[in-house]
């Protein structure tokens, strides 16, 4: 987690996934991301997850997160 001015933010490299394969999920200050890779066949052939915790004055509601054409998902939050 990366203070930025008056937000922080998470950065990962999910280029390997598909838009629709990665969710993205917060709850009690913490960020959690998770993207399967399924194979034709049904089986899961790729998986990404990665958890951290936002910092204490984080503003709960102004998190949000935007997927760069490159494939990098940025998650922002304001700090209080």
Not at 43 to 70: G, M, R, W, Y
């Amino acid at each position: 987690v990366c203070a930025q001015g008056d937000t922080y933010q998470v950065v990962a490299d999910v280029s390997q996934f598909e838009p629709p394969d990665i969710v993205v999920t917060t709850s009690n200050c913490h960020v959690a991301i998770q993207a399967e890779k399924v194979a034709e066949d049904g089986t899961i052939c790729d998986t990404f997850t990665h958890k951290c915790q936002l910092p204490e004055d984080t503003d709960p509601l102004s998190v949000s997160c935007a997927l760069t054409e490159a494939g990098t998902l940025v998650i922002t939050a304001r700090r209080r």
